[in-house]
């Protein structure tokens, strides 16, 4: 904070400075006034009459007229009070303008900015579960005087569990009563705070909590979850595979909690003796063709160089059918099909349509590079047999 301060106050300071510095530093040459200025016109008038005199434009009687005239009001002009810019009192302007400039900066600040929390933050440390814990234990208390509050007790019993305090999850829960009842994942948040307090037994009330959450919520991730693992514990293996796999099917296909979850179906259905997962049917429906390259390409090409035709869905990056091959003499047969297929759950032979495209690449990877030869990207049907595709492109 005083560093802060610190430096908020020099740059006030540089700020009055520029501000104020005509005050401190005034200019050296005075400014001609308007006393001054009338003078040297009448002067030059009363010049140019005399000159009409002696030439004759005008007689001696309206020569003495009209140069009587003009030193009245030479006269009167020149008897006002000087009116030489100045700004009244130097050390009255320079301490208004200072308490203008300070109050506008300090309100301004206070009022858009927030000093205080600038401050705060470089005295913040941070969370740790000492800090968390404290704050639970304050949220607790608040709660012992609102019972009433349903939704802060479901709040708290989550705060428990994320705490690894089962125990307290479950009482905190049962004091959320009818607020829980209606909500598929609370219901299943208290099941599961209830089986870790019984050692991972689901007997009893959490398997109606968990009955009762997939009966407002067929689909809950937590209870397919944990009413697979209850059927598991109690080895109803068939049930656990059939939660399990309901389950599987609302994940990403490469994800980690897929992974377990398919870890998880084959011990059921090993324990179970049960039979494995019927393997997707491959069929030959896909595309096929010829590669050919151009002729200016044609030296570029080596022998341990490697070929791969890929076939994505329209718009999308993933590939459904890689072909890799070594490269042989041009034109190339090739064929995509459902046996080349990169994910099970990702067919050629399911899509209506195709892009596909040639690469030759010098290290076979699957991210393209600089220097590979490349074809120009084709939409074609699934199902066409006569597609050409020729090489006649460098990747930059």
Do not use: C
Request: aromatic content about 6%.
């Amino acid at each position: 904070m005083t560093s802060f301060l610190i430096s908020a106050f020099l740059l006030l300071i540089l700020i009055l400075v520029l501000v104020l510095r005509p005050f401190f530093f005034p200019a050296k040459e005075s400014a001609t006034s308007r006393r001054q200025m009338n003078a040297a016109i009448y002067g030059e008038e009363l010049d140019k009459l005399e000159a009409d005199r002696l030439s004759g434009v005008v007689d001696s009687s309206t020569y003495e007229l009209i140069h009587a005239e003009m030193r009245q009001r030479l006269f009167q002009d020149t008897d006002e009070a000087d009116d030489l810019a100045v700004l009244g009192s130097p050390k009255k302007t320079i301490i208004g303008i200072s308490v203008f400039v300070v109050l506008l900066s300090a309100g301004l600040y206070f009022g858009l900015g927030d000093a205080f929390r600038i401050a705060d933050i470089k005295d913040q440390q941070p969370m740790t579960k000492e800090s968390v814990e404290k704050m639970v234990t304050e949220f607790a208390a608040k709660m012992e005087k609102e019972p009433d509050n349903l939704k802060g007790w479901t709040m708290l019993a989550r705060s428990y569990q994320i705490l690894g305090r089962n125990a307290d999850a479950a009482k905190a829960y049962a004091r959320a009563g009818s607020f829980v009842d209606t909500d598929p994942q609370l219901l299943a948040d208290y099941a599961d705070a209830l089986a870790a307090n019984a050692n991972g037994s689901f007997a009893g009330k959490p398997t109606q909590l968990i009955n009762q959450a997939l009966r407002l919520d067929p689909n809950n991730l937590l209870a397919l979850w944990l009413s697979g693992t209850a059927d598991f514990n109690a080895q109803n293996y068939k049930a656990a595979v059939q939660s399990w796999e309901k389950l599987a099917k609302q994940l990403p296909p490469d994800s980690d909690e897929a992974r377990t979850i398919a870890a998880s179906i084959a011990e059921a259905r090993l324990k179970g003796g049960l039979a494995p997962a019927s393997a997707p049917v491959i069929s030959n429906q896909g595309v096929s063709g010829q590669v050919d390259i151009a002729p200016g390409l044609q030296s570029k090409m080596k022998s341990d160089d490697i070929l791969m035709v890929i076939a994505r869905k329209p718009g999308e990056r993933m590939p459904v059918a890689v072909l890799k091959t070594a490269v042989t003499a041009f034109p190339m047969k090739f064929v995509l099909n459902d046996a080349l297929a990169m994910s099970p759950n990702a067919l050629i032979s399911q899509l209506p349509e195709v892009s596909i495209e040639v690469r030759v690449s010098k290290t076979g990877m699957a991210m393209p590079e600089p220097g590979d030869l490349i074809s120009k990207q084709e939409i074609v049907k699934v199902g066409t047999t006569n597609i050409r595709l020729m090489i006649d492109q460098v990747r930059p």
